[in-house]
């Protein structure tokens, strides 16, 4: 039995170092590094789209300045045409002045002549003693000669009227002239003021807008190039973690190859263990069973299911009854239940090598191999009663050890008759079987 074990416990640890290599843990740096790279693109993402944002708002107050000065230039361009009309109107007003004050000077002129005639003719009348038209009128001699004085004197005080007039007029012509031409060029100076005034105010915008605008695609041309550091980086980073997801495809392919190598090579192990376990197993239950008959003095061989025998009530404590404890605890899932197609005990599922306890105190009367049990383990509890405990994967007990309820007496498996892992469990009394949930629960 101890060689049993040794294999047994050989082939437990080859397969948990098959569970170990097939399912290996993928976590490496440079699977840390891929997640690094991926929240460092996220954040690049969110800084682009915000970038971009702000260009597209940039973009829009450029192109707002922009109309902005065109409009400017348009209304600066119609005051300087105005600015023009006003400066050819006091161009032709400057000529017209040059004119105004020929023709006042002609007047003036004029208003001398006519000045220094009058001069003459009040000289004439003073050299020729003449006092006035009636005393010119009152000399006269006849009649012929008093209508001749008097057509003479109606034609001098004509001649001296017209001269007064003359000189008026040419006083007023020259008042007129002066005005009216002062009063156009304080016109036109005035309004090529107000015009030049509002060019200069126009102007002053157009520059304050220009100022704005070279600061609008000076940030322009920042956030460009930002953006476009920001597309470059995504670049390199979507190029470092292709590379870093290539690298950790590679080494999981790798790890694959290698699990699946080192599961075929242990699956060979662990057959040739179980092989191995089986012969031995055989073995043992031969010498096993030649010790039985050489004790017990009878030619009685061992059938494939057990039977419990009455001589074994001999040698076995008294049962003293009561419930018994759970030979799986915290598995109490049932895959099979008793007399369930004839069956003889109750199956209850449970990993591979979980500790199976025994239902009660009492003494092993059987810790061997057989092809329908696989390895299992029989308690005589006295009074008749035997507890079995099949298709363990390694047997911690031997015959004629006296174990204690709920001390571990195997291990659960799936040898023998069996199509997965779990314990086969039968209570028997006398030989007869019977409902083991009427005496464990769990």
């Known amino acids: 039995m101890k060689n049993v074990r040794r294999y047994m416990a050989a082939a437990l640890a080859a397969v948990m170092m098959f569970a170990a290599t097939v ?6 740096e440079d699977e840390s590094h891929l997640e690094e790279l991926q ?10 789209y ?29 005051v300087v045409a105005e600015i023009a009309d006003l ?13 105004t004050k020929k023709e006042l000077e002609a007047a003036k002129d004029n208003e001398a002549l006519w000045y220094q005639k009058l001069k003459l003719r009040l000289k004439a009348v003073y050299e020729s003693g003449e006092i ?24 001098l005080a004509e001649y001296d009227q017209e001269i ?7 006083k007023e012509q020259v008042q007129q002239k002066q005005e009216q031409v002062e009063e156009e060029e304080a016109i036109l100076e005035e309004n090529r003021a107000s015009e030049q005034a509002k060019k200069d105010e126009l102007q002053a915008v157009k520059s304050e807008k220009e100022e704005e605008l070279a600061a609008l695609e000076e940030d322009q041309a920042a956030l460009e190039l930002y953006t476009q550091q920001l597309r470059q980086q995504r670049e390199d980073l979507a190029a470092e973690m292709a590379e870093t997801a290539a690298r950790i495809e590679e080494a999981r392919r790798k790890a694959e190859e290698e699990a699946a190598r080192k599961a075929a090579a242990e699956e060979a192990a662990r057959k040739a263990a179980d092989e191995a376990a089986r012969q031995a197993a055989e073995q043992a239950e031969r010498e096993s069973a030649a010790r039985a008959a050489q004790q017990e003095q009878s030619s009685q061989q061992e ?22 404890v759970w030979p799986l605890p915290g598995y109490s899932r049932l895959s099979t239940y008793f007399m369930d197609g004839g069956h003889r005990g109750i199956d209850i599922p449970a990993p591979s090598g979980t500790p199976i306890l025994a239902a009660a105190g009492g003494t092993v009367i059987k810790s061997q191999w057989n092809s329908s049990y696989g390895y299992y383990v029989a308690i005589s509890h006295g009074n008749g009663m035997v507890t079995l405990y099949a298709h363990s994967s390694q047997l911690l007990v031997s015959v004629g050890d006296t174990v204690s309820a709920g001390q571990p007496v195997c291990l659960c498996g799936t040898t023998g008759n069996s199509t997965g892992n779990h314990l086969h469990f039968e209570v028997q009394i006398n030989g007869g079987l019977y409902n083991p949930l009427n005496y464990a629960s769990p």
Do not use: C, H
């Open 303 to 324: 059938e494939s299911s057990y039977e419990e025998e009455e001589s074994y009530e001999e040698s076995t404590p008294t049962y003293s009854g009561g419930g018994m």
């Open 39 to 48: 929240e460092e693109d996220s954040q690049k993402a969110e800084e682009e």
């Open 132 to 155: 006035n038209y009636l005393e010119v009128l009152l000399r006269a001699g006849s009649m012929s000669e008093l209508f001749s004085k008097a057509e003479y004197s109606r034609e």
């Open 87 to 99: 400066d050819a109107e006091i161009e032709q007003n400057l000529a017209l002045l040059e004119q």
């Open 23 to 28: 399912f290996p843990t993928y976590a490496s």
């Open 50 to 78: 915000a970038a971009n944002q702000e260009l597209q708002e940039t973009q829009q107050k450029v192109n707002e300045v922009i109309e902005t000065v065109r409009q400017l230039d348009e209304n600066i361009s119609e």
């Open 164 to 170: 007064l007039d003359q000189l008026e007029a040419a």
